[in-house]
Each structure stands twice: as structure tokens, then as C-alpha cells.
């Protein structure tokens, strides 16, 4: 019986010591804070690791982006900034600007307009589903070209692929959820 309890007390200042030690780290990264908010450090510094570059033999990162039915493999490289959509500008694939602009809000909250060339392939679903792939793809693309860029673009949620989809039809119904036309007679 004495053995249970002169274990259980070590338990006890064990627990003891960790907390002091979390305690301790609490207040180191306190001061780390403080002294990033009074200008004396240049940038705060996380604790989680920062991941690895991905790149293919020839410098590119690749990724894939998905949304609706459409699925987009894109290839991004260091470049002037032009996007070739299978083959076609962003212009002449994308007429309307607004998925133009759905495209390149990734660029914009990076703030690295002009400075990637983007290559991609996408099929499948209409031209809207087809921008949000892309715009997934380039996402997925830009942070495994810089890492560092990981935190704002998830913050921004172009990292999470959109689940929405069409819903699909029932029996007895006109569409998914409409009825037929009621008849009275």
C-alpha cells in the first residue's frame, strides 16, 4: 500500500513540474509578443513547422482544384503572370470578368499579381465550376511554391474545396425537391 501512494505522490510532482514548465513557455512566448508588438522583433515567430517546398524536374509546383463537376490540374511557375486556360488566355476562355476575377483573387490577397505564370487543364461542369477549380488549383499550387504563403490563403478559405453540388433528382418529383404540376381535374 505504501508503494501506491509514494507513487502516486511522484505523480503528483511530476504534474507539478510540467506545469511549470507550460507555464513557463506561456510567458516566454508572452514576452515574444509584447516585444513583436513594440517593434523589437521583425515578424512573430509560430511554433508550428513551416512545410517543404514541392516542386516538379522543371521548377513547377502542381496541384489540383476541384468544384461542382469541374476539375482543374494547374502548373505554376515564376513568369510575367499569364494564365493559359487548356491551351487559350484567361481572356479568350473566360469571357466574362467576373470569373477572371475569380481566378485571380488568390493573387490579389497574396499580393503576387504578375509574378506567376499558371498552366492548366480543366474539364468537366460549366465555366463558373470550371473558374472555381482553377482558382482551388492555383490556391493549392501557390502554397506549395511558397509556404509561407499558407496561413493568409487559408485564413481567405480558398484552401478548402467547395462541397456544394447539384443535388440529385428523386423519383416522383419534377427535379430534386419541385413537384409535378398539380391537376385538379
Known amino acids: 500500500m505504501s508503494d501506491n501512494r509514494q507513487s502516486l505522490s511522484d505523480l503528483g510532482s511530476i504534474a507539478a513540474g510540467e506545469q511549470a ?11 515574444r509578443a509584447e516585444a513583436y508588438l513594440a517593434g523589437q522583433l521583425d515578424e512573430p515567430t509560430s511554433t508550428a513547422p513551416l512545410r517543404a517546398q514541392e516542386l516538379d524536374k522543371f ?3 502542381y496541384a489540383t482544384g476541384r468544384r461542382k463537376d469541374a476539375v482543374a490540374r494547374v502548373w505554376l ?13 484567361q481572356e479568350v ?6 470569373l477572371r476575377l475569380v481566378i485571380n483573387q488568390v493573387f490579389g490577397i497574396t499580393e503576387r499579381e504578375g509574378q506567376y505564370d499558371v498552366v492548366c487543364t480543366v474539364k468537366g461542369g460549366g465555366l463558373s465550376g470550371q473558374a472555381g477549380a482553377v482558382k482551388h488549383g492555383i490556391s493549392q499550387a501557390l502554397t506549395k511554391y511558397e509556404p509561407a504563403l499558407r496561413t493568409p490563403v487559408k485564413r481567405a478559405g480558398f484552401l478548402t474545396r467547395d462541397s456544394r453540388t447539384v443535388e440529385r433528382k428523386k423519383y416522383g418529383r419534377a427535379k430534386a425537391r ?3 404540376q398539380f391537376s385538379k381535374r
Open 21 to 31: 514548465v507550460a507555464a513557463e513557455a506561456q510567458a516566454s512566448s508572452d514576452t
Open 59 to 61: 521548377g513547377r509546383a
Open 77 to 89: 511557375k515564376p513568369g510575367t503572370g499569364k494564365i493559359t486556360i487548356n491551351g487559350r488566355d
Open 93 to 98: 476562355y473566360f469571357a466574362r470578368p467576373t
Open 178 to 180: 419541385r413537384s409535378f
